[in-house]
């Protein structure tokens, strides 16, 4: 029965934390906002000096497939909040194809920047061929057949575009048009595509702009999530690749960070009544998981001594003005509080930590006194959870509170000790699971070993960057940008520049949260 217990357990974790997922995907695109695009013609010469290294990375390889340069675009996109964007636009004029190259929201060396084709028709009908990007894409856009291949090279992604290309043409005339109408076009194309999603019931009017819809934002996420599955098989593919063997410059992935912060939603708050649904709706799949095993005078004391737990840390975090707290039951396991820390001190997220376990035992042992004044069996089984729950908490493993407030205060600033640290917990932790027989110690032993590693490699790296700017600093502070300048020459001197984007952003938005503390 336990094994049972601990494969259900493990089953609830994965289920919750995707259903988790997929809520914050859905929740940041119901906060995008989109608007009026505008597209402005420049001069190649325009570019910024790391955007022509970055672009004639790829420009080398179209001149092979027979592209000559046409023009430089100014693009300030649909989407509220993201920077503009250069595009650097190529033309191969016998097979009336352009080829757009723009700054790569995740550059590698497989893909230093990304590449559509397009031809556009005297109809006024476009074929757009994208590569490992259309699952971003809200709806569907008009008057274009969209190809998105998820191909490994290149001359890949162009062949599908070419092949598409020679069907169409049997009904319709491509067409080459001036750098001005290419730009006029590619405009309208934007702003009628704004349109069309409101048209179609994809968005809806909100402070002048359009917001995406709840069910719509649901589907996107769901689409985006499955997508990022696929783009990361594509990436292994192109990993083994070497149709660019070049470093991405610096100051590109610098940009390409920034573009990332920028991009996003402006931060907002759930609403309380989101919150309270939330609360009651994983409250009750916790209440199912667990009622066939157990009294329900047994689970209402369970979720009661749960919730004051965490009740505790939510008003710390509110305190301390973490970014939206919220809690949540999880399956089988129990209970957590997630918010977002702006610029907590080190003691702040203690006191955060505290604030579970000490109102739950304060209030256990006015329970246990009860119990012996009144030698009521409901205050005395009160009694009993409250005190046993946060006193394991208090157990010096990660990831219960004891561990991470020892980890704060010894350990943080020692990735080697923090990690043997760590490990030794997660140990003790299964060993205490398997002498008492619970499975939820076990389970929060296995999960706390997949994230230990990772957790190690982003203080050292911290570490290392906190010498190297004291270094830097030494003549006077440096800028924000300076710094992730600093930050990413330094994982390039690491031997990190071969890792993925994604991860390379983690680490340096770990490295600047910390170091704004």
Same mark, same amino acid.
């Given at each position: 029965?336990?094994?049972?217990?601990?494969?259900?357990?493990?089953?609830?974790?994965?289920?919750?934390?995707?259903?988790? /997922?997929?809520?914050?995907?859905?929740?940041?695109?119901?906060?995008?906002?989109?608007?009026?695009?505008?597209?402005?013609?420049?001069?190649?010469?325009?570019?910024?000096?790391?955007?022509?290294?970055?672009?004639?990375?790829?420009?080398? $390889?179209?001149?092979?497939?027979?592209?000559?340069?046409?023009?430089?675009?100014?693009?300030?996109?649909?989407?509220?909040?993201?920077?503009?964007?250069?595009?650097?636009?190529? =033309?191969?004029?016998?097979?009336?194809?352009?080829?757009?190259?723009?700054?790569?929201?995740?550059?590698?060396?497989?893909?230093?920047?990304?590449?559509?084709?397009?031809?556009?028709?005297?109809?006024?009908?476009?074929?757009?061929?994208?590569?490992?990007?259309?699952?971003?894409?809200?709806? /569907?856009?008009?008057?274009?057949?969209?190809?998105?291949?998820?191909?490994?090279?290149?001359?890949?992604?162009?062949?599908?575009?070419?092949?598409?290309?020679?069907?169409?043409?049997?009904? $319709?005339?491509?067409?080459?048009?001036?750098?001005?109408?290419?730009?006029?076009?590619?405009?309208?194309?934007?702003?009628?595509?704004?349109?069309?999603?409101?048209?179609?019931?994809?968005?809806?009017?909100?402070?002048?702009?359009?917001?995406?819809?709840?069910?719509?934002?649901?589907?996107?996420?769901?689409?985006?999530?499955?997508?990022? $599955?696929?783009?990361?098989?594509?990436?292994?593919?192109?990993?083994?690749?070497? !149709?660019?063997?070049?470093?991405?410059?610096?100051?590109?992935?610098?940009?390409?960070?920034?573009?990332?912060?920028?991009?996003?939603?402006?931060?907002?708050?759930?609403?309380?009544?989101?919150?309270?649904?939330?609360?009651?709706?994983?409250?009750?799949?916790?209440?199912?998981?667990?009622?066939?095993?157990?009294?329900?005078?047994?689970?209402?004391?369970?979720?009661?001594?749960?919730?004051?737990?965490?009740?505790?840390?939510?008003?710390?975090?509110?305190?301390?003005?973490?970014?939206?707290?919220?809690?949540?039951?999880?399956?089988?396991?129990?209970?957590?509080?997630?918010?977002?820390?702006?610029?907590?001190?080190?003691?702040?997220?203690?006191?955060?930590?505290?604030?579970?376990?000490?109102?739950?035992?304060?209030?256990?042992?006015?329970?246990?006194?009860?119990?012996?004044?009144?030698?009521?069996?409901? *205050?005395?089984?009160?009694?009993?959870?409250?005190?046993?729950?946060?006193?394991?908490?208090?157990?010096?493993?990660?990831?219960?509170?004891?561990?991470?407030?020892?980890?704060?205060?010894?350990?943080? $600033?020692?990735?080697?000790?923090?990690?043997?640290?760590?490990?030794?917990?997660?140990?003790?932790?299964?060993?205490?699971?398997?002498?008492?027989?619970?499975?939820?110690? =076990?389970?929060?032993?296995?999960?706390?070993?997949?994230?230990?590693?990772?957790?190690?490699?982003?203080?050292?790296?911290?570490?290392?960057?906190? /010498?190297?700017?004291?270094?830097? !600093?030494?003549?006077?502070?440096?800028?924000?940008?300076?710094?992730?300048? *600093?930050?990413?020459?330094?994982?390039?001197?690491?031997?990190?520049?071969?890792?993925?984007?994604?991860? /390379?952003?983690?680490?340096?938005?770990?490295?600047?949260?910390?170091?704004?503390?």
């Amino acid at each position: 029965m336990d094994i049972l217990y601990l494969a259900m357990a493990s089953i609830g974790v994965l289920v919750a934390f995707q259903a988790i /997922k997929l809520f914050v995907y859905a929740r940041s695109w119901t906060h995008t906002r989109l608007g009026n695009a505008t597209y402005e013609l420049r001069d190649t010469g325009d570019l910024p000096p790391y955007l022509q290294d970055l672009y004639n990375i790829c420009g080398e $390889r179209l001149v092979d497939l027979g592209f000559e340069p046409s023009h430089c675009e100014l693009v300030d996109g649909p989407f509220f909040g993201k920077p503009e964007s250069w595009q650097l636009v190529y =033309l191969n004029a016998a097979r009336k194809t352009y080829a757009i190259l723009s700054a790569s929201s995740l550059p590698s060396r497989s893909a230093p920047c990304d590449i559509e084709f397009l031809t556009v028709f005297s109809d006024g009908q476009r074929l757009l061929t994208v590569n490992g990007i259309s699952h971003r894409l809200i709806g /569907k856009f008009p008057n274009t057949v969209l190809l998105d291949p998820y191909a490994p090279s290149m001359q890949e992604q162009l062949g599908t575009h070419w092949t598409t290309l020679s069907e169409l043409e049997q009904a $319709r005339s491509p067409i080459i048009v001036p750098p001005a109408e290419f730009v006029s076009r590619s405009e309208s194309f934007l702003n009628d595509y704004v349109c069309s999603l409101q048209s179609s019931g994809y968005t809806k009017q909100r402070d002048g702009m359009y917001a995406l819809r709840l069910v719509p934002a649901v589907r996107t996420a769901f689409k985006s999530l499955v997508g990022e $599955r696929r783009l990361g098989k594509l990436n292994q593919q192109r990993g083994k690749s070497s !149709e660019f063997p070049v470093d991405i410059p610096i100051e590109a992935q610098v940009a390409s960070f920034q573009r990332i912060a920028a991009q996003g939603p402006q931060p907002r708050s759930t609403t309380w009544i989101v919150k309270t649904l939330l609360l009651l709706g994983t409250l009750v799949l916790f209440a199912l998981s667990l009622g066939f095993s157990m009294s329900i005078e047994f689970l209402a004391i369970l979720i009661l001594g749960l919730l004051i737990h965490e009740l505790g840390h939510a008003l710390g975090m509110v305190l301390f003005r973490y970014r939206d707290p919220k809690i949540l039951f999880l399956p089988f396991l129990g209970a957590l509080t997630i918010g977002s820390p702006e610029k907590v001190k080190p003691y702040q997220k203690v006191i955060v930590l505290l604030l579970g376990p000490v109102p739950g035992l304060v209030l256990g042992l006015i329970c246990l006194l009860l119990y012996i004044w009144t030698d009521f069996e409901l *205050v005395g089984n009160a009694a009993t959870m409250l005190l046993a729950l946060n006193y394991v908490n208090l157990l010096p493993f990660v990831p219960l509170d004891g561990g991470q407030i020892l980890d704060l205060v010894l350990f943080s $600033r020692f990735p080697l000790a923090q990690l043997v640290f760590q490990a030794l917990g997660l140990v003790c932790l299964a060993m205490l699971s398997l002498f008492t027989g619970g499975y939820v110690l =076990l389970v929060l032993a296995i999960v706390g070993i997949v994230g230990v590693w990772q957790v190690f490699q982003r203080n050292r790296f911290l570490s290392q960057v906190r /010498k190297r700017l004291r270094e830097a !600093e030494s003549d006077g502070a440096l800028s924000e940008r300076e710094r992730l300048l *600093v930050v990413f020459a330094l994982m390039k001197d690491q031997g990190l520049d071969g890792q993925p984007f994604a991860k /390379k952003c983690l680490f340096a938005k770990h490295a600047m949260d910390n170091l704004a503390v």
